[in-house]
């Protein structure tokens, strides 16, 4: 039920910090460590490679995930559209792991590579907030998000669950194969959840900025670099499908390669700079688009903004800024759309779960 709420969206948004914080305990035990079943353990430990299969929102969360176990469990790992995937496989590895990656677990393209990969023999982990449906019946193991119902058709608690969830099932391989993580993870992932305490009280400010620098555009830009160009691709999908406003996201450095062509007087850009490593640069890509004419709302985080900032997000885990910086971009979605009084909860021609190819 939506109880107070207008919609079930702005519901689920506010919800993320009660289910970071869900995640923490059910992925933890008494002596504060890790709770992995011990078969997926074995199989991070024993795969060569992993295959992230995933669709929309989905898929732009396994791309987090991707960083994730690289960096932590020292895995390869590749991300596909699970639509492509299907019929345009790439070389696979001696001894893939396949990750489904699906709120609703019934995805019919997932589902297509799914019963295609189980035909050759292959292990999959599916990743769900729906623990009995298709995709995580037919996989071999499950793991759940724990975010209860996601009503509205666009994924906004589900995206972070997915991140989070791949964030344990990481630093669990990361042990499991040996390497020593050098931050404690709850910690971390409750720093992160009082983060976004912090941003889903400041709807006003958001509001407001969504007045600024949407309200009348037709066109958007998102970008972003490394963890930011993820959640720009976000930012970009969670603004089009609600309000119509044709959105794209894009890296930072990609920009002068085409897209910039596009950039005119008072065209918005979004601009995340959450990444230390990258922030010089982002900032120049910026200068860039504001050269143009662009009207740049930057994003960025405690410890990295500048005079200019439109809003700065609190300081969490380089790791894990994603978690939070997706937050105000979906709530600025949620304002751009209901501003322009569409149908927040059931965008047009788009369905909760896609059951068709
Ligand atoms: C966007 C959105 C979709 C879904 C996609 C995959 O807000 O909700 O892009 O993420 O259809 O759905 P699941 O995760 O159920 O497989």
Known sequence: EKGTYAHFMLKEIDEQPIVMR????????????????????????????????????????????????EKLAHIPVE????????????????????IFISQSGETADSRTVLVKIKEMGYPALTITNVPGSTLSREADYTLHLHAGPEIAV????????????????????????GYDLEFDLFQELGIVANAMDVLTAQKEELEQLTRDYLETTRNAFF?????DYYV?????????????????????GELKHGTIALIEKGTPVIGLATQANVNYSIRGNIQEVVARGANALIISMKGLEQDDD??????????FTSLVAVIPLQIIAYYAALHRGADVDKPRNLAKSVTVE
């Open 22 to 69: 869900k995640i923490i305990k059910e992925y933890q035990d008494e002596h504060g460590d890790l709770i992995i079943n011990e078969s997926i353990r074995a199989a991070m430990k024993s795969c060569d490679r992993i295959y992230i299969i995933a669709a929309g929102t989905s898929y732009h969360a396994g791309l987090v995930g991707k960083n994730l176990i």
């Open 79 to 98: 991300v596909h559209v699970s639509s492509e995937f299907s019929y345009n496989m790439p070389l696979l590895s001696e001894n893939p792991l396949f």
């Open 232 to 252: 720009s691709l976000e930012g970009a999908l969670k603004l089009k499908e609600i309000s119509y406003i044709q959105a794209e996201g894009f890296a930072g």
């Open 154 to 177: 666009a994924s906004t608690k589900a995206y972070t669950a997915q991140i989070a969830v791949l964030a344990i099932l990481a630093a669990d391989s990361a042990q499991a194969r």
């Open 223 to 227: 970008i972003g670099r490394s963890m």
């Open 310 to 319: 439109a809003f700065v997000i609190p300081a969490v885990h380089e790791l």
